[in-house]
């Protein structure tokens, strides 16, 4: 009679542990879970979304040489060599970031300072055409001075959005959910205009004729024209003589791919001489090329 009850006894132990087990399993994944998206919805620090645009990027240094090794203490006051993250604070320096000398890496990055940074590294892997239209913010007086330039890139190029107020919390702490959007959004962005090679009627603009005397005999002719930064050239390749009238041909000249130029846009001019009874007419460009 004993042994009937001690059966069925054990066996209802043996079943009360492990449920136990599986249910202490199932909450133990359940809190790990919750603790990354937990993670995913809190705010960053400065080192860590340097390190995210740095990576995300893929940014590097490898086409600059250097006569010492580099450390991040060369350029920052409160960065420690040693720091895991070092390595991309020196890379940050030389792609656009324009961190300032005594950024602080554990201090927590707003949304417009996010949206400074990713934009100056944006900006130094290509050249990139950006269409003249206002998108209208409804906090704009609350974003610093400098920054909205980089805003507005940005929300052209869909990598940042306005909430239905058209509002961009621009002082708001950004979190790693927003930072992880906007780099792959930044990836996409670059991928797409890189297979979609920007036209050269895009590189120039503003493309006019200057007309000079320079003898009762002789015309200074100056092509002149703004592009996006001052890696750009352009040059005369031909005059065509016909008519009464002088063609002018000329080509944009790319920038150095191994040289860093600063974005903003500049000026540039080539010049030539035509004879005065000739009538100067700007051409049709010719073939874009860096040759210099």
């Known amino acids: 009679m004993r042994n009937l009850f001690k059966k069925p006894l054990m ?6 542990i492990f449920s136990m087990a599986i249910s202490g399993s199932v909450y133990a994944h359940k809190a790990k879970n919750d603790s990354k998206h937990d993670d995913y919805k809190s705010s960053i620090d400065v080192a860590t979304a340097v390190t995210m645009i ?3 990027l893929n940014l590097n240094i490898d086409n600059i040489r250097f006569f010492k090794a580099p450390k991040a203490s060369d350029y920052y006051t409160k960065v420690n060599d040693n720091a895991s993250y070092a390595n991309d604070f020196i890379i940050a320096q030389f792609n656009g970031l324009e961190l300032s000398k005594d950024i602080n890496p554990s201090s927590k990055v707003t949304r417009e300072q996010f949206a400074k940074w990713l934009f100056g590294a944006l900006s130094h892997t290509g050249d990139y055409a950006w269409i003249e239209i206002f998108q209208v913010v409804s906090d704009a007086n609350k974003v610093s001075d400098g920054y909205m330039d980089s805003i507005q890139k940005l929300l052209i190029a869909k990598i940042i959005t306005t909430d239905s107020q058209q509002r961009i919390n621009p002082k708001s702490k950004v979190t790693q959910k927003e930072a992880t959007t906007m780099i792959n ?3 996409k962005f670059i991928a797409s205009k890189k297979s979609s090679p920007i036209p050269e009627s895009q590189l120039l603009k503003d493309v006019d004729l200057i007309l000079d005397k320079e003898s009762d005999a002789v015309t200074k002719v100056t092509v002149s024209a703004t592009v996006p930064h ?8 031909g005059i065509q003589f016909t008519k009464g009238e002088a063609h002018i041909q000329y080509k944009v000249l790319l920038p150095d791919p191994n040289l860093n130029y600063i974005q903003v846009i ?3 001019k080539a010049v030539t001489y035509i004879p005065s009874t000739y009538k100067a007419v700007l051409e049709g460009k010719s073939s874009s090329s860096f040759d210099r």
């Open 185 to 187: 959004r930044t990836v």
């Open 54 to 56: 740095v990576k995300g």
């Open 266 to 268: 500049s000026q540039v």
């Open 11 to 16: 066996l209802l132990l043996f079943i009360t």
């Open 230 to 237: 001052p890696g750009y050239g352009i040059e005369i390749t």
